[in-house]
């Protein structure tokens, strides 16, 4: 599984090595709300290079049940926005057992594999569901990650409230929608999508809200960027979170394999 995240990483290095970029400038934002625009000014993300491709560290845990502690796990991801594509690879432990996993988006296609000790699958993800459900992933990625990113012409606007907007966001023929809230400071708090589906083993898909609330702006690498989610699922019993993450380490623009 390494290996194919590699070879995938890679390749998507090699399509963006030769393009030219630019900075973030008021201009480019002016088509946006205005507490996108404030978000962007707040990460400090203007008068810096727009965002190509990046890199990220967490450390966190993941759970498949309520009732379970969470298996500590790391993970690192690049994401690419000239063609979205999200490349993530993590490696968790079970009762001291190790588990290895990649979620592969690219070509509007999307993958999940996990396999315990490298050798036995337990979830291989795969279909409809899937591209849809990963679509708004790499979106929430842009949105919480890569806020320079917000002014692609592939994003959809429309206010709600001060604080509040809708967004939709099309990957070709995939288009998902979400809302984003934000408080007075002007930082991105939560997002909510009803377009991701949830699977604990690839097979079967329940289509429940999904929110993932930030906390602890921190500056990052001269960003303020939120340094801790969770990742839940609104079920009709539960509000089930199922993943902590701590943002360890992000970088912009990579040239090269870390």
Not at 122 to 140: L, P, S, W, Y
Not at 162 to 190: H, P, Q, R, S
Request: with cysteine; aromatic share 12%.
């Amino acid at each position: 599984m390494k290996k194919t995240y590699k070879k995938a990483v890679l390749e998507a290095l090699e399509r963006t090595r030769t393009i030219k970029n630019e900075i973030l400038s008021e201009k480019d934002i002016q088509h946006l709300p205005a507490i996108v625009q404030k978000y962007i000014h707040y990460s400090g993300s203007i008068g810096k290079e727009k965002v190509l491709n990046f890199r990220a560290e967490f450390t966190g845990g993941i759970r498949s049940a309520s009732g379970e502690d969470f298996m500590p796990l790391t993970s690192v991801q690049y994401n690419f926005t000239d063609q979205p594509t999200r490349l993530f690879y993590i490696v968790a432990k079970k009762k001291g057992i190790p588990a290895k996993g990649i979620h592969i988006y690219k070509d509007r296609t999307a993958i999940m594999l996990i396999k315990i000790l490298g050798l036995f699958t337990v979830v291989n993800a795969r279909g409809k569901e899937m591209d849809q459900g990963e679509t708004v992933t790499v979106f929430n990625d842009m949105c919480f990650m890569a806020p320079a990113s917000l002014i692609d012409r592939n994003i959809e606007w429309k206010e709600v409230d001060d604080l509040t907007v809708n967004a939709k966001f099309t990957n070709g023929t995939i288009t998902i929608g979400a809302t984003l809230y934000f408080n007075e400071k002007g930082e991105l708090v939560n997002f909510l999508s009803n377009d991701r589906f949830e699977t604990s083993d690839g097979k079967t898909y329940v289509n429940s809200p999904w929110i993932t609330p930030v906390e602890a702006y921190t500056n990052i690498n001269g960003y303020r960027l939120p340094s801790h989610a969770k990742l839940i699922y609104k079920r009709p019993d539960e509000d089930f979170c199922y993943g902590e993450f701590s943002l360890k380490t992000i970088e912009y623009n990579c040239r090269s394999f870390k």
